[in-house]
T-cell receptor, first 110, second 114 residues
Framework: KQEVTQIPAALSVPEGENLVLNCSFT??????LQWFRQDPGKGLTSLLL?????REQTSGRLNASLDKSSGRSTLYIAASQPGDSATYLC?????????FGTGTKLQVIP | EAGVAQSPRYKIIEKRQSVAFWCNPI?????LYWYQQILGQGPKLLIQ????????DSQLPKDRFSAERLKGVDSTLKIQPAKLEDSAVYLC????????????FGQGTRLTVV
């Protein structure tokens, strides 16, 4: 059974800092790893999808990496802004099943 | 491209009442998911459809929850009767094939059971 863990559960940083969010998974037999953003009271917005054959994906100030052998993924946010404040969730996509972590709640302080 | 549509956005009901949620996935997406997200937790898969067939409903409390996806497009999730612990956000998502393809989520339905 796949288990996904995200550490830390909460993070508070001053505006402008670069930061890294961590995601670990127990079963390396995944098809993909997807990062989502969730604002309070809202649904999930897909940020980046890394296929199992890829090592990283970039979109603007976001960069996500995947190391299947160690069961880890990281989401790097460059030059953080108050608008980045949200909960970030990672999800491991296995054979016809997607397992979510519990998320990291990020607060960027102006 | 239209996204995943869900309704209603909010629902408040008393315990033991019934409630139904509706989801319209992105056109052409074969896979549809229903997730339950309790406050402070990650989403938990309730049921997954591939076209109109059920792929995984292992975590669906079948004594009170039911779901269907007629004609392999829209889907409804029903709770009957509701319990206090069913208070959560119910998220619907769809993906093109379900294997290695990106999942897109709707805005969710926030259910409060009082």
């Amino acid at each position: 059974k796949q288990e996904v863990t995200q550490i830390p559960a909460a993070l508070s940083v001053p505006e402008g800092e670069n930061l890294v969010l961590n995601c670990s998974f127990t079963d390396s037999a995944i098809y993909n790893l997807q990062w989502f953003r969730q604002d309070p009271g809202k649904g999930l917005t897909s940020l980046l999808l890394i296929q199992s054959s890829q090592r990283e994906q970039t979109s603007g100030r976001l960069n996500a990496s995947l190391d299947k052998s160690s069961g880890r993924s990281t989401l790097y946010i460059a030059a953080s802004q108050p608008g980045d404040s949200a909960t970030y969730l990672c999800a491991a996509g296995g054979y016809q099943k997607v397992t979510f972590g519990t998320g990291t709640k990020l607060q960027v302080i102006p | 491209e239209a996204g995943v549509a869900q309704s209603p956005r909010y629902k408040i009901i008393e315990k033991r009442q019934s409630v139904a949620f509706w989801c319209n996935p992105i056109s052409g997406h074969a896979t549809l998911y229903w997730y339950q997200q309790i406050l402070g937790q990650g989403p938990k898969l309730l049921i997954q459809f591939q076209n109109n067939g059920v792929v995984d409903d292992s975590q669906l409390p079948k004594d009170r929850f039911s779901a269907e996806r007629l004609k392999g497009v829209d889907s409804t999730l029903k709770i009957q009767p509701a319990k206090l612990e069913d208070s959560a956000v119910y998220l619907c998502a769809s993906s093109l094939t379900g294997q290695g393809t990106e999942a897109f989520f709707g805005q969710g339905t926030r259910l409060t059971v009082v």
